[in-house]
């Protein structure tokens, strides 16, 4: 018991520090250490609420799937490795690595620390890893979204006028000013600068099709 609350505390006083999500799964989707960061942005109130629970317990089953997959590879292999993800209508990144579980030796778990991805380097230049992209998302208040309002939302996040993101995406004003509305209304959103804040939030820019002949879905990370 005493090694389980020294294991506990070592992390605690990391996630406090960071100011970052943090939690750590087993090989088993078990969630053995998460902070208020991370339970929150997964769905719960509290941690006392998300200890010791399955990932799939706080998220959707397959979206849990893909991440303890993950870190299975990692816990496996010993190699870290970098995720995008969108959830909750937030874009971020988990940097998920191995590392000894002191309270139960025969349990190996990997340490997740998730950060917002607009608080990182665009380029890259912070990582010389690998780094995936997840499949399963959510949108959060961006849900029930058509992909035209997508589209002008995330041009409306590069602070583009109607008449810039009409001649963007070849269609007349009235329509982009229609689907603007239609974005105020679904989001809840009180202005136009709202929008941008949660175009940017979500990434939105690198994660919609701006062309008709691009396929639908997250882009590739290369």
């Known amino acids: 018991m005493g090694q389980s609350h020294s294991f506990l505390a070592e992390w605690s006083n990391v996630a406090t520090d960071s100011g970052a999500g943090v939690l ?16 929150r942005v997964y769905g719960r109130r509290s941690t006392r609420e998300a200890m010791g629970v399955r990932l799939a317990d706080l998220i959707p089953q397959a979206a849990a799937t893909e991440r303890v997959e993950l870190a299975r590879q990692v816990i496996s292999s010993g190699e870290a490795v970098q995720a995008r993800e969108l959830w909750g209508g937030w874009a971020l990144r988990w940097t998920v690595r191995s590392v000894q579980n002191t309270a139960e030796p025969g349990n190996p778990c990997a340490l997740v620390v998730c950060s917002q991805e607009n608080a990182l380097p665009e380029d890259g230049s912070d990582w ?3 780094v995936i992209e997840f ?10 979204l058509t992909a035209s309002e997508l589209k002008v939302m995330a041009l409306i996040g590069e602070g583009m006028s109607n008449a810039e993101i009409a001649a963007k995406l070849h269609r007349a004003v009235k329509t982009v000013e229609s689907h603007r509305a239609a974005l105020t209304e679904k989001t809840g959103s ?3 600068v709202q929008l941008g804040i949660m175009a940017r939030r ?3 820019l690198r994660r919609v099709a701006l062309n008709d002949h691009e396929p639908t879905g997250p882009r590739a990370i290369a």
């Open 135 to 144: 499949k399963s998302v959510d949108f959060g208040p961006l849900t029930g």
């Open 202 to 204: 979500a990434g939105l």
């Open 128 to 130: 010389t890893g690998r």
């Open 190 to 192: 009180s202005s136009r």
């Open 24 to 39: 750590i799964l087993d090989s088993h989707g078990r969630v053995l250490f998460i902070n208020n960061v991370a339970a």
